[in-house]
């Protein structure tokens, strides 16, 4: 039976490029590649239409295929591939770092798909996401931007970090806002949330509204950061993201506010 196998070597997906010059996932009966002995081929849920799906992960390129980070096989895959290859590379992570049980350290063994379980005391685990909120924040017709010291290119995003123990998502927000600008905020509400496979996270995106405060930017974390209107935006992130998803969401309805309003006037 032909399946999909995606196909990881270190950070790369490795991809099938068509006649057209087009680039997919693998689809055929055997592994796209050599696989060795020890390698482990992981079954993960399948497509959506039911189609099987398998990964594991190689040591060294093949001319055969396109490597491609997977970061940027979002621009060359259908979103349902690009969704499954951020999955399945969840899955290889959680695999490689799970190989012994944190009890008792015995081997743990694969028990379903996504469940391991240990050969000696019987541990269940099962993969774990690491939660992190992110904000848009709203003062009139600007809003906040920062540029985070770990961006590796040169562009704005949003305010973000990870939920922390003990605590809802809108007090996440509300935390890291002022941990990283020095700003209050109210009125937060949910815009949507996103997997990101790097390596293995849930982004959860809200709008806020500014109340009070300077920016003072943390410095550990933040190198840059300000207070932009729609006509003086800095580079932002890619369409990828769920920061940009936030970014268009404000300009499409800043511009239906404006042209309601001009509407009206006329």
Known sequence: MKKYYFVFCKDDLLL????????????CEEPPTEVKPWTHLMEISPMDDGTPVTTYRIDTPVTSLCATPLRQSYFKL????????GKCQELLYWDQNTKYCGV?????????????KCTECGKEIWPQLATAVIVLIHRG???LLVRAKNFKRDYYGLVAGFVETGETLEEAVAREAL???????????????????YPCGLMVGFHADYVSGEIHLQESEIARGGWFRRDNLPN?????SIARMLIDDWLENFSNDFLGSVTKKQ
């Open 236 to 240: 932002i992130p890619e369409k990828l």
């Open 179 to 197: 941990e990283e600008t020095g700003v209050t905020i109210t009125n937060i509400r949910y815009f949507g949330s996103q997997p990101w496979p």
């Open 78 to 85: 259908t979103r349902p591939l690009y969704l499954k290859a």
């Open 141 to 143: 017709d600007e809003v």
């Open 104 to 116: 008792c350290g015995s081997p743990m063994r694969m028990d379903t798909i996504i469940s391991k």
């Open 16 to 27: 099938e490029q068509r006649s057209d010059g087009s680039f997919t996932i693998p689809f």
